[in-house]
């Protein structure tokens, strides 16, 4: 049976806002109907994966595009694969002819970093080129970052699912390809090895991957 999911219990996730409103949309209604007694409670990783706090139990399950390294006690899943995609509002220079690396290198840029390092994997690419671009706000929030651009002409790069619903929440945003070849991210969810075989935490991170198979569909329906 699953009982389990009537008991009263408090889940901890690590993620990013990128992740909460991605998936949480789609994830509240689930638990609020299925595992009334369950409170969920969501923290900022910060850029790194909260390996301590895994290894503790005061994380039950973590969930981000850049954990690198994990130890053998912990377990991954892949929940998602995004593509890097540039917003930009209507009145940038480029709305006309399109977008491609000479208007993109020309442009001021928004940057999304969680640790307050500003050399990002688009700036890396660049560099390997011998080339470079002027960031002029690093932001600590995926999210924030596509409300500062209407009516400006700064650029942000950001994952296709985060300029989908920027564009369907604001008619003055526009998403470019990215003139620039960059890798996908896989956006991954690790737990402990301690909580593998717990019920609700198993049920938990099913319901997880499920609502993120649904927003991939809806994502690329969307392009």
């Not at 011998?130 to 950001?158: I, K, N, Y």
Request: proline share 6%.
């Amino acid at each position: 049976g699953q009982d389990f999911l009537a008991r009263p219990a408090r889940l901890h996730l690590y993620s990013t806002d990128y992740v909460e409103q991605t998936l949480l949309p789609r994830l509240l209604p689930i638990l609020r109907s299925q595992a009334p007694n369950l409170t969920l409670v969501t923290y900022n990783t910060r850029g790194q994966l909260p390996r301590e706090e895994l290894e503790k139990g005061t994380c039950d399950l973590a969930v981000a595009g850049f954990y690198t390294d994990l130890p053998e006690t912990f377990h991954q899943q892949r929940l998602l694969t995004e593509h890097f995609v540039v917003l930009a509002s209507r009145s940038h220079p480029a709305a006309d002819q399109g977008l491609d690396l000479d208007s993109f290198l020309a442009s001021d840029h928004l940057l999304t970093t969680l640790t307050g390092d500003l050399d990002g994997l688009v700036d890396r690419a660049l560099r390997s080129q011998g080339m470079q671009r002027r960031v002029v706000a690093g932001l600590s929030s995926f999210v924030a970052p596509t409300r500062l651009l209407r009516g400006t002409d700064l650029l942000l790069t950001c994952l296709s699912s985060l300029a989908i619903e920027a564009t369907e929440r604001d008619d003055d945003l526009r998403m470019y390809p990215l003139p620039l070849p960059l890798p996908a991210i896989e956006v991954m969810q690790i737990w402990h090895e301690r909580t593998h075989a717990d019920p609700l935490r198993r049920w938990f991170r099913q319901q997880l991957w499920n609502v993120a198979q649904e927003a991939a569909a809806c994502a690329s329906n969307n392009i």
